[in-house]
């Protein structure tokens, strides 16, 4: 389960991205989360995935 804060969830986001998976969209797949609520709230805090860097900056 994902954090609701969207500042926490950006934390576990990126950690998880940078230890366990290749790519954002293979996160969300294999946690079954919805990668646009996921995009939208990281957006409000004007961070946005870099397929380049596997993190959202």
Do not use: G
Not at 27 to 35: I, K, N, S, T
Request: with cysteine; glycine share 0%.
């Amino acid at each position: 389960m994902l954090p609701e804060d969207p500042v926490m969830l950006l934390s576990v986001i990126n950690l998880k991205l940078r230890d366990f998976y290749p790519s954002f969209e293979a996160l969300c797949e294999d946690l079954d989360v919805d990668a646009d609520e996921i995009t939208k709230k990281l957006a409000a805090l004007d961070y946005h995935y870099d397929a380049a860097q596997n993190r959202f900056l």
